[in-house]
């Protein structure tokens, strides 16, 4: 085992009752962790527990071997339950991905082993440089190599017990693996957002940082675009299930508000609330905007699924990416503002109690806002309209960009 796993349970088989019954318990905490500020150790324990981090792992390794539209429906629903916890299992489930597409069998062999014992990954890769290039360094240290530098929005670092780190090694790109709690390694809860304020997207240092070959996961130059549309798609996917899952979690809050009020706001001597015509149909509506967002993730998870085959054998570029990265950006622009609708209807349910701090309904809006900023939608509107105008590749400025540029999802 390895870093935090050497004292945690090791997971069982994942089953579909088992992953239910512990989204049932984290949901049952998530106004309480909001309002407290309480990172969810505990929530990221249960799921380590049921095998969760193991489900995309191909069954010959040990894992589930689930398909994309099955995780994707399972993360939604993690999402309903609270919104923070896709986000913070996300650079592990992508890491996974990047195993599946690996060619080298050995390599992804000895870290499935690690996923199975119970290891969750988080990653380190953006910096506040002048632009989106890497500042932080690989450097020959004997017969190793020493890690500095500083990493921001390093979500999920806080509950990993693996971070996947980017540095620049004599102009080189480098991806490698540290042990989040390697000697040198810093982990600081400082993310200030209003929202998903539960994701440990804080700043990661590392301070001279012992690092060993095998850790050292690929190597590419700088001038080389670091990601293929299927891992574009993959990536906004998240967001969007994560999205979904907060439409759900606003009809659910909404009913659950509703039903047991006797009192209709705003019209004395009328029938209970549940009853008015008003409040159903704000519920109704509710209701389908968190069917269109979850049907809309569903559609995009297909699409990535059918790039899959290719991808596990190790093909970096195919039309079927291509294809689903545009679905991927034409959800976007709809479960975004669907999600926000439903977020801000919600309100509309009852009066001034509606607001109520104990409630914490006002986390789904600000949740949605800041998942919706993660990506700006108006990139993406522009792209799409570029690519339906002029066949211009939804890429293109990607690969046009300068030498030392990251490309994020």
């Not at 085992?1 to 049952?28: H, N, S, W």
């Not at 905490?29 to 995309?56: C, D, S």
């Not at 969750?120 to 690989?138: I, P, V, W």
Request: net charge negative; hydrophobic share 40%.
């Amino acid at each position: 085992m390895d870093a935090l796993t050497q004292d945690a349970p090791a997971p069982v088989a994942p089953t579909e009752g088992g992953l239910r019954e512990v989204f049932a318990r984290i949901a049952e905490g998530a106004v309480a962790r909001e309002q407290g500020r309480v990172l969810p150790y505990e929530a990221v324990a249960w799921l380590r527990e049921v095998g969760f981090g193991t489900l995309r792992v191909p069954r010959e390794a040990g894992g589930a071997g689930l398909g994309l539209v099955e995780i994707f429906r399972l993360l939604t629903e993690l999402a309903a339950a609270d919104s923070n916890l896709p986000q913070i299992v996300r650079a592990h489930f992508a890491f996974i991905e990047g195993l599946r597409h690996d060619p080298d069998r050995t390599r992804s062999a000895s870290w499935y082993a690690r996923i199975v014992d119970g290891a969750l990954f988080g990653a380190a890769m953006a910096e506040l440089t002048d632009s989106t290039g890497t500042s932080t360094t690989l450097t020959r240290q004997g017969e190793g190599w020493r890690l500095d530098g500083t990493k921001y929005y390093s979500t999920g670092t806080l509950y990993a017990d693996w971070i996947i780190v980017v540095a620049d090694e004599a102009g080189e790109r480098v991806r490698l693996a540290v042990p989040a709690t390697a000697p040198g390694v810093t982990r600081e809860d400082d993310w200030d957002g209003f929202g998903q304020r539960l994701t440990g997207s804080g700043t990661t240092r590392f301070d001279g940082v012992a690092v060993s070959d095998g850790q050292i996961l690929a190597r590419s130059s700088f001038d080389h675009v670091p990601s293929s549309s299927f891992l574009t798609a993959y990536y906004q996917l998240f967001h969007l299930a994560t999205l979904a899952g907060i439409s759900r979690a606003a009809l659910r809050d909404a009913v659950a508000f509703v039903r047991p009020r006797t009192r209709t706001f705003g019209v004395p001597g009328k029938v209970s609330q549940r009853h008015d015509p008003l409040v159903q149909q704000v519920v109704g509506r509710l209701s389908a905007l968190a069917y269109s967002t979850s049907a809309l993730v569903e559609d995009v998870a297909r699409a990535l699924e059918r790039g899959a085959e290719a991808w596990d054998a190790g093909v970096t570029e195919h039309p079927l990416y291509d294809e689903a990265e545009r679905i991927a950006f034409q959800a976007q622009q709809i479960v975004l503002e669907q999600t926000l609708e439903a977020t801000t209807r919600l309100f509309e349910v009852g009066g001034a109690s509606a607001t109520a701090s104990s409630l914490g309904l006002d986390r789904h809006w600000r949740n949605a806002r800041v998942l919706a900023s993660h990506n700006p939608v108006v990139q993406r509107a522009r792209a799409l309209g570029d690519l339906e105008l002029n066949g211009t590749a939804l890429d293109a400025i990607w690969r046009a960009a300068t030498p030392t540029t990251e490309r994020t999802a």
